[in-house]
């Protein structure tokens, strides 16, 4: 079992920055890989960015490549996600996202709300 918990988030104005974290329980954070995904009104859930295990590789979506930045410390059992330059389509429900085994576990979702 792997429990995912969300901090982070809030409304700010285009162009602002903000920090979401996800600290992981239940298994060996180390082990897995973690990614962030979100989701807009009335869209369906994209993926954001992604950081392997070690945090060796990070891959991201082309929206957010250059303004974002995922990150993790294997010592808190966190994960990270610097966004900045915000936009306001980059206002969505934030979700970490960790696959084992086939299987996703999630966290409970973070609103960033982004204003022009």
């Known amino acids: 079992q792997v429990q995912l918990v969300q901090s982070g988030g809030g409304l700010l104005q285009a162009g602002g920055s903000l920090q979401l974290s996800c600290a992981a329980s239940g298994r060996t954070f180390s082990m897995y890989n973690m990614g962030w995904f979100r989701q807009a009104p009335g869209k369906e859930r994209e993926f954001v960015a992604s950081i392997t295990w070690g945090g060796g590789s990070t891959y991201y979506a082309e929206s957010v490549k250059g303004r974002f930045t995922i990150s993790r410390d294997n010592a808190k059992n966190t994960a990270y996600l610097q966004m900045n330059s915000l936009k306001p389509e980059d206002t969505a429900v934030y979700y970490c996202?960790?696959?084992?085994?086939?299987?996703?576990?999630w966290g409970q979702g973070t609103q960033v709300t982004v204003s022009s």
């Open positions: 996202n960790t696959n084992i085994r086939g299987y996703d576990y």
